[in-house]
């Protein structure tokens, strides 16, 4: 019922030259998955315009890796929603771990960027996880549904089937430890049991939750065969055309 999406977070990897490249191998690989899977490649900031020139009009979807919650302003090297969303993205991840670790973005300021993006007609691509020494002492469910809940404070129920949520165990990023299919299917159940409480069923149906951290082409149908899993948050194994595009067709 809901239709999967796989995303290529890239990171501060690839010029824009090497990202015009890496599109233009993509856009053909992944072109017969995108009557059944949502695919959004995001790029850096200095890459979104070139990579909008190659795949504008495909069905690929662009996405930005983070961006400001205010309209304009005295914000040295942040950038606005308008901006993205006039460079041609329809998607912005936001709250990645690596942004709350090295930019100490709070559940505050990720709310807001929620917010913003919502009010701008972006979609925003919304991440948590727990740390492992959280899951070691038993609070994933503290950590996870405390995140979500902040993330989506004032969010009205009609916006909610519009966010996409990405789960991602922060020990399994950019690791090779992956979650366990099980593992991930059992956050992933919490959080959509939360957001039944939250946005009612209907809504709650209708949202898709995305796993990220170390997904493979050779792990990902399995984890995305889980009922609560639709499709994946996409880091090192979305550098490489065909390694991505096999992760795209494991998405159906
Ligand atoms: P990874 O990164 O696939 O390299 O683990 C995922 C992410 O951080 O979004």
Redesign the pocket.
């Known amino acids: 019922m809901r239709k999967p999406i796989v995303a290529g ?1 890239w990171k501060m990897h690839k010029t824009a030259e090497e990202a015009v490249d890496l599109a233009q191998a993509i856009a053909p690989l992944v072109a017969p998955s995108l009557t059944s899977c949502d695919v959004v490649l995001c790029p850096t900031y200095t890459s979104l315009g070139a990579v909008h020139g190659v795949i504008g009009g495909s069905g690929i979807g662009l996405g930005a890796q983070n961006m400001h919650w205010e309209g304009e302003g005295a914000y040295t090297g942040d950038i606005s929603p308008a901006m993205i969303l006039t460079s041609g993205c329809a998607y912005v991840i936001l709250g ?1 771990s690596e942004r709350r670790q090295y930019a100490l973005e709070s559940d505050e300021m990720i709310n807001r960027k929620t917010l913003a993006a919502l009010a701008a007609g972006l979609t925003p691509i919304v991440c948590i996880g727990e740390q492992l020494e959280q899951r070691e002492a038993g609070r994933v469910e503290e950590i996870v549904i405390g995140q979500v809940r902040a993330a989506l404070e004032d969010v009205e129920v009609d916006r909610a089937p519009s966010i996409v949520l990405a789960y ?1 165990p922060v020990w ?3 690791t090779g430890k992956t979650a366990t299919a099980g593992q991930a299917e059992e956050v992933h159940a919490l959080i959509r049991s939360f957001l039944t409480e939250r946005f009612g069923r209907e809504a709650a149906d209708a949202m898709r939750i995305q796993y ?4 493979k082409a050779e792990n990902a149908e399995e984890l995305f065969s889980q009922e609560n899993i639709d499709g994946g ?5 979305a550098l490489q055309a065909d390694s991505f595009a096999a992760i795209v067709k494991a998405a159906k």
């Open positions: 977070n990645h991602e399994a990023i950019g990220g951290g170390s997904v948050l996409i880091g090192g194994a």
